[in-house]
T-cell receptor, first 113, second 113 residues
Framework: DGGITQSPKYLFRKEGQNVTLSCEQNLNHDAMYWYRQDPGQGLRLIYYSQIVNDFQKGDIAEGYSVSREKKESFPLTVTSAQKNPTAFYLC????????????FGSGTRLTVV | EDQVTQSPEALRLQEGESSSLNCSYTVSGLRGLFWYRQDPGKGPEFLFTLYSAGEEKEKERLKATLTKKESFLHITAPKPEDSATYLCAVNSPLDGGYNKLIFGAGTRLAVHP
């Protein structure tokens, strides 16, 4: 079955440490997205990518980095520059065209210890 | 700036007690309004897409409607398994024919037996 796989489900980060969240899709979607979810707030866009080897900053990109070396994969690195990284991170993919929504992964919960 | 506001923040219903969730939006030309269901610790699951005022979509006990300024998610005779957070989002165009979704903060629904 086609879908999006995020790993790990839970991740713990120490102060000053970089961590990488994995996102893989087998839906043959061109576009991939990373969102952050905090309690009481809507999902906020971190980065997005429309094609391989190209990606763009979203609304809250500071302290994050991404890569898109292949169509199926869009990993997110949370760097030590992100001062408040504790959140639920969601990866999504979508097709070209204004009328389509996204398919979401099951999320990674990142906690700073 | 495109914006989505959902109300109420939380809603508690008795099993069988019908109600509605509201999503008001401000966009420069609607290109699609989306409803998602999100269970705790999981990614959002797609429910409906609405494109034009007057449109309605139904799925089991859920019915989504759309006007020029807002959308409603009507829940008829809810059951405990309908308990979840319901998210509303609108399409915002990006360059290259892709889109990003702008989300509201969601409505947490709890249905008690």
């Amino acid at each position: 079955d086609g879908g999006i796989t995020q790993s790990p489900k839970y991740l713990f980060r120490k102060e000053g440490q970089n961590v990488t969240l994995s996102c893989e899709q087998n839906l043959n979607h061109d576009a991939m997205y990373w969102y952050r979810q905090d309690p009481g707030q809507g999902l906020r866009l971190i980065y997005y990518s429309q094609i391989v080897n190209d990606f763009q900053k979203g609304d809250i990109a500071e302290g994050y980095s991404v890569s898109r070396e292949k169509k199926e994969s869009f990993p997110l690195t949370v760097t030590s520059a992100q001062k408040n990284p504790t959140a639920f991170y969601l990866c999504a993919s979508g097709r070209q065209g204004a009328n389509y929504g996204y398919t979401f992964g099951s999320g990674t919960r990142l906690t700073v210890v | 700036e495109d914006q989505v506001t959902q109300s109420p923040e939380a809603l508690r219903l008795q099993e069988g007690e019908s109600s509605s969730l509201n999503c008001s939006y401000t966009v420069s030309g609607l290109r699609g309004l989306f409803w998602y269901r999100q269970d705790p610790g999981k990614g959002p699951e797609f429910l409906f897409t609405l494109y034009s005022a007057g449109e309605e979509k139904e799925k089991e006990r859920l019915k989504a409607t759309l006007t020029k300024k807002e959308s409603f998610l009507h829940i008829t005779a809810p059951k405990p398994e309908d308990s979840a957070t319901y998210l509303c989002a609108v399409n915002s165009p990006l360059d290259g024919g892709y889109n990003k979704l702008i989300f509201g903060a969601g409505t947490r629904l709890a249905v008690h037996p």
